[in-house]
């Protein structure tokens, strides 16, 4: 795998989740190591989508702790059902939020962000290990076809954890 993503700037959001899909999955199989596969898979992620913010944070000691990210400093530590994150994990399920001032119990890390995607990521036993977390700094931006295609990439991670 050549450490460069080839992605059609032109292209629409489906062809670009489709076209990065295999070069992701590429990109970390034979590594062991996870926190460098989640530091590849958000920097293409944002290198591919610009959004404002966009990482994981694991579980550990039942807390979610951040871990490999792109874009401005995070909150460390998100705890059991707060936040749009601890309720994705405590939910277990994606959470789409178009406007997270509707969001009761948001976590604003930044004031920049309006809109947030939370994913569950899982292991093989379908225990919650980590979350992706994307945010973006403009409305109408994040939407189904996200959710759709940032599950997949996470399954990836369940394929390589
Ligand atoms: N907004 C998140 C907190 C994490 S930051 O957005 C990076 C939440 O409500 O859980």
Known sequence: MSEELFITASAGKKEKYESLLPQLAALTEGEKDLTANLANLCAALH????????????????????????????CTRIRFGKGVCGTAWKEEKSLLIPDVNAFSGHIACSSQSVAEIVIPIFDEQHQVVGVLDVDSERFGVLDETDVYFLEKICQLITNIL
Do not use: D
Not at 49 to 67: I, K, M, P
């Open 47 to 74: 290198e591919t989508f610009g959004w404002w913010w966009v990482g994981f944070y694991r579980v550990r000691n039942h807390e979610l702790v951040l871990a490999p990210f792109q874009g401005p400093i995070a």
